[in-house]
């Protein structure tokens, strides 16, 4: 029979060409991970684009106490008497406190005088809240 193989190898000519030859392949671009600097430094911190960090929201939520905080500064809250959503007026009268100092300060020796300071002085007086709507006596605030 004539189906003889060709007796030398180097005879496969022509045909297609192998496939490895073809155009080189598009995927030249940068390596994997080429966010990092090429020259192999460590990252330095905040090199990271921002969008990788979760920004976890930490909704802090303070324990909001249901009794208003009565103390010097005027306090926003709903007036008892008139139901009106008022901010408090302040003014000071004489409290338990500004008694105790007067006798403070007359048993260390201030008499006449002296002891009579804390009466002027709104820092040894209560707070009195008073709502501006209906002009009623909404807290006092002592200092004992
Ligand atoms: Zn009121």
New binding site residues.
Partial sequence: MSQAPPPYPSDQKGGAPPPAYGPPPAGYGPPPGGQYPPTGQPAQPGYYPQNQQATTVVVAQPTIAVVQQYRESPVHTR??????E?MTGTHYETGTFTWVICLILALVGCWIGCCLIPFCVDGCKDVIHT??????Q?ARWSRM
């Fill in positions: 007036c008892p008497y008139c139901q009106a008022v709502c501006p709507n209906c002009r009623q909404v």
